[in-house]
C-alpha cells in the first residue's frame, strides 16, 4: 500500500467521516468525496445543512492537496475555508472534486465543486492551508 492509500484510509476511517456518512473515492484524476444525503443531514427546512456542505468540501480540497504532500513527509491542515452555496439540495448522492491551486513552503491553496447527482453544481468552495512536518 503506498503512502497516499494509507493516508485515504486513515482519513476515511474517521469517526467524523463515519458519522455523516463521507466516503473517500481515489481514481486517477484525483480524489472524490461522496454521501448520500440522508435524514440527519437535512436542517429544519428540508435542506441539506450548509455545514454538511462545507464538511465534504473541505475534506475534498485537503485530500487533494495532502496527496501531493505526504510523499515529502508534510500534511496540510486547513486553515480557512469560503463555501459559496449556489442551489439547494435535498436528497440523493452529493460528490465533491477538487484540485490544488498553489501548494508552496508554508501553505497550500485549493479549489472545490460539489456535485448532485444531475452533475449540477450546488457549491464552490477555496481553502487555505497551513503546511506543517508529518508526525508519524
Same mark, same amino acid.
Given at each position: 500500500?503506498?503512502?497516499?492509500?494509507?493516508?485515504? /484510509?486513515?482519513?476515511?476511517?474517521?469517526?467524523? %467521516?463515519?458519522?455523516?456518512?463521507?466516503?473517500?473515492?481515489?481514481?486517477?484524476?484525483?480524489?472524490?468525496?461522496?454521501?448520500?444525503?440522508?435524514?440527519?443531514?437535512?436542517?429544519?427546512?428540508?435542506?441539506?445543512h450548509g455545514?454538511?456542505?462545507a464538511?465534504?468540501?473541505?475534506?475534498?480540497?485537503? &485530500?487533494?492537496? @495532502?496527496?501531493?504532500?505526504?510523499?515529502?513527509? /508534510? &500534511?496540510?491542515? +486547513?486553515?480557512?475555508? @469560503?463555501?459559496? %452555496?449556489?442551489?439547494?439540495?435535498?436528497?440523493?448522492?452529493?460528490?465533491?472534486?477538487?484540485?490544488? =491551486?498553489?501548494?508552496?513552503?508554508?501553505?497550500?491553496?485549493? %479549489?472545490?465543486? =460539489?456535485?448532485?447527482?444531475?452533475?449540477?453544481?450546488?457549491?464552490?468552495?477555496?481553502? +487555505?492551508? %497551513?503546511? +506543517? +512536518?508529518?508526525?508519524?
Open positions: 500500500m503506498d503512502l497516499v492509500e494509507e493516508f485515504v /484510509k486513515l482519513v476515511g476511517s474517521a469517526p467524523w %467521516y463515519r458519522l455523516i456518512g463521507m466516503e473517500i473515492k481515489r481514481k486517477e484524476e484525483g480524489i472524490s468525496v461522496e454521501m448520500k444525503v440522508e435524514e440527519k443531514h437535512l436542517q429544519a427546512l428540508g435542506m441539506v455545514g454538511a456542505i464538511s465534504i468540501l473541505d475534506s475534498a480540497i485537503g &485530500l487533494n492537496i @495532502n496527496k501531493e504532500l505526504i510523499g515529502k513527509g /508534510k &500534511l496540510a491542515i +486547513t486553515s480557512q475555508l @469560503n463555501v459559496h %452555496y449556489l442551489k439547494p439540495v435535498s436528497g440523493g448522492k452529493i460528490i465533491a472534486k477538487a484540485r490544488p =491551486l498553489f501548494i508552496g513552503s508554508k501553505v497550500a491553496v485549493g %479549489y472545490g465543486e =460539489l456535485k448532485d447527482e444531475k452533475g449540477e453544481t450546488v457549491a464552490v468552495a477555496t481553502s +487555505t492551508f %497551513y503546511i +506543517t +512536518t508529518r508526525r508519524e
